[in-house]
Structures are given as structure tokens and as C-alpha cells.
């Protein structure tokens, strides 16, 4: 079935302390944005990719996406005021049937068997949301304090989400509410279940200055 | 107020996929373990350390403790079945009214700071549990399958926990349970209320291969 991505780079960047978003930050030179860029469209040759990008950014997205191995399969749409709307607006220029990724564009070192794992089993399942264990203790704060979790139960979510498109866009014809925070929430709204699939622990995040060492160190092939 | 640090090195390490220990693996020439001693024995100088140490390894640990900065303020006990036990045969050596911080030993770039924070609090509340946020959206596995929780509520469990000695020891007389995770839940089933503070991005448990890198790195002063 075709594939899209969609790449959410709508970040401001602010907890790097910098004043460059987190996805432009250079990783061994590059982009990290760049990086995620190119493992999609190296994933599958049919698979095209909807980068939405902060609006103030559209210019050094525009040279990023003419970097990559197939600037052709990559448009470009503007982000919104929450990943919701982000991902909203991506989805709106997907026309046809597909498996749909959606992608934290700051997750640079997702792999290439990940991206099959979650194809295949949204194929067959209609969903797969990459999720790996917790190595801490996990508590939930609560109005008295705090409780232990069985920590056996705690998932942390990766990405790319992965979904059948009959699915996900008619998920997100939903009215925008603030316990959105990830495509997971917004299907199960639309009253479906949605599936776990085994995550990375390397699938990281880039939001801290120490997270651009830990990359760095792993592209390096260590 | 006297200082005991319970510094907990126990693991089997079969994650690293070797035969070394997690907690001996060297970073820039020295052991994890080494950092984490020194650590402690600078930020206090009336402050002992209790080293609960694999039994199998006592010869490897009583070198590290006197390559250490003050190698008379460290004692070494044996480790048990379980962190519970590890913990208990680490507490029965304390005779004194102190506060006690409990460590993972693997945490080896745990700051003074920190320490100094959590003994503050623990002299304050009686307990002092260190926790960060969760970068990670979060979902809890049910028998239906999983569901979302709230992030912003999600706290994710470091160490030191650090107590006073008159609420963890009389905690730790308790009957080993299976949910005796970590202090935190040893001290809350003797029907004491857990209090959080403020832990660090940095103070990761090495328990994966890149995880020495990034200590490395971290230790590079980056």
C-alpha cells in the first residue's frame, strides 16, 4: 500500500536553550531534521513525506528538504498551534488510501526495521504505536501526593505512529481537546483501539543539549 | 546531621550482553562504580558509604573502594536476592540517627547538587524521592490493552531516596513484597507518605551500551 509520513518540525526549540528549533540543530554537520528525513524515504520508494514546518521556518525547510536524497517525494505544509493542528494540517494533503506515519521530525535515529515493524502491523491491525518499557520507577502524582505504578505496566510512546489512513483522517475531523498530545489519543476518541508495538530504546527524543551527544555518538556506529 | 550513603551495586549487568557488571565498566579508565563512590564521599566529609556489593565480585569492589578519595569512610556489605534484601543487609550496619541516602550505583553522574537538595528536603519531610518529567507521552497496559495517562503527571523515579534513618529502618523490618520496587514503596507500606523533589536529566542509570557513551560525554564536561 502507498506509505506517507508525516514529520512533524513544528517546534520551537526553547528548552535547547538556543535559539535554533531543535530539528535544525547539526548533528555531524547535518541537520537532525535531515537525518529523519532521508531514513523515511530510504524506507520504501513509494513512500512520500509531509514535512510541517514551523512558518517562520519554511525557508531553511525548503533548503533542508533540496539536501535529501529525494527532495521530489517531501511537500512542505505550515504547522499549527498544537501538534493536533500540525498533524491536521498534514494529513489534509493526503488524498489517497495509505499507511500513514506520523513522526516526531526530532527522533532522528529511528531505524529503517522500525518503520517496516510498524508498517506491517498497522496492515494488519489498523495502528502501531512504538512503545518501550521504563528503566526508572514510575509514581503519578496525585491531589494527596504521589502512588507508585507497577512499572511492568508503564509504556513511554515513540514514534512514528503508524495508522491506515481510513482510520487516522477521519479521526481528525474530531474538535481539537487538550488531552490530544499524541495521534494514539486522538484515534482511540474516535472510538477505535490501537495497538502497541515494540519500540527502540536508541529512538530518542532530541530535546535536551545533552540528547545532540547521545546521537552524535550513535550515528557514529557505536 | 550524619550522613549515610546505602550505595546499592547488585545488578548481574546481563543487559550490557557481557560478562563485566554494569557497575564496573570503565568510563575514561575508571569504573561506573568509582564516580558514584567519589561522589558521595566529596559532598559531605562526615558522610560513610555502605557498599552493597555481589558477593561474586567482593574482591573487584574492595580495590575500588581504596582507589577512592577516602576509601576508611566506605564499608562493604553483601549484596541479597533482591534490592529489598540488597538494601536491608545495607541498613543493618547503620547504628546511628543519620540520613540515609539509597543510590543506584550505576547512576554515576548524580551531581552534589542533587545530593545536597535531597538532604535538605529529607531533613525537612522526612523523605526526599528524586523525580523528572517524562519526555515521553505515556500509556499504562490494561487487560483490554493500554490507555493513555496524563503526562504531566507521570514522574519517573531516580535516586538518591534519601530518608531519615528513623523512618527507612523501621520500614525495612517489613516482610518482603513483590512491589518493593524501589524505598519509596518499602517506606509508604509502613504507612509514611512518600515526599518528591526535583530530580536531573543527566542522572541516568547505565543499563544500555549507549548509555556509557553518554556518561562519557557528560563527563567531558559537554
New interface residues.
Given amino acids: 500500500m502507498k506509505k506517507y509520513a508525516v514529520i512533524v518540525a513544528g517546534g520551537s526549540g526553547v528548552r535547547m536553550g538556543g535559539p535554533v528549533p531543535k530539528q535544525f540543530l547539526l548533528l555531524r554537520g547535518k541537520p537532525v531534521l535531515w537525518y529523519t528525513l532521508n531514513t523515511f524515504l530510504a524506507a520504501y520508494a513509494d513512500l512520500s513525506i509531509v514535512l510541517v514546518a514551523p512558518a517562520d521556518h519554511a525557508e531553511t525547510c525548503r533548503e533542508l528538504i533540496d539536501s535529501t536524497v529525494a527532495a521530489q517525494r517531501i511537500q512542505m505544509v505550515a504547522g499549527g498551534d498544537t501538534r493536533f493542528h500540525s498533524v491536521r494540517n498534514g494529513l489534509a494533503v493526503i488524498q489517497e488510501e495509505a499507511v500513514i506515519f506520523v513522526h516526531d521530525g526530532v527522533r532522528c535515529l529511528v531505524s529503517t526495521p522500525l518503520i517496516h515493524r510498524c508498517y506491517e502491523a498497522a496492515l494488519r491491525s489498523g495502528s502501531a504505536?512504538p512503545?518501550v518499557g521504563?528503566?526508572?520507577?514510575?509514581?503519578?502524582?496525585?491531589a494527596?501526593?504521589?502512588?507508585?505504578?507497577?512499572?511492568?505496566?508503564?509504556?513511554?510512546?515513540?514514534t512514528p505512529q503508524t495508522f491506515l489512513s481510513k482510520i487516522l483522517i477521519p479521526a481528525y475531523q474530531a474538535e481539537y481537546r487538550p488531552?490530544f498530545?499524541?495521534e494514539?489519543?486522538v484515534v482511540?476518541a474516535a472510538g477505535h483501539?490501537?495497538?502497541?508495538t515494540e519500540g527502540e530504546?536508541?529512538n530518542i527524543?532530541i530535546?535536551?543539549?545533552?540528547d545532540l551527544?547521545?546521537a552524535e555518538?550513535?550515528l557514529q556506529g557505536?
Fill in positions: 504505536i512503545v521504563s528503566r526508572d520507577s514510575v509514581r503519578l502524582v496525585t494527596a501526593g504521589s502512588e507508585a505504578i507497577d512499572r511492568s505496566r508503564v509504556k513511554l510512546v515513540q488531552e498530545t499524541d494514539a489519543t482511540e483501539t490501537v495497538y502497541l530504546p536508541d527524543k530535546t535536551l543539549p545533552a551527544l547521545i555518538r550513535l557505536a
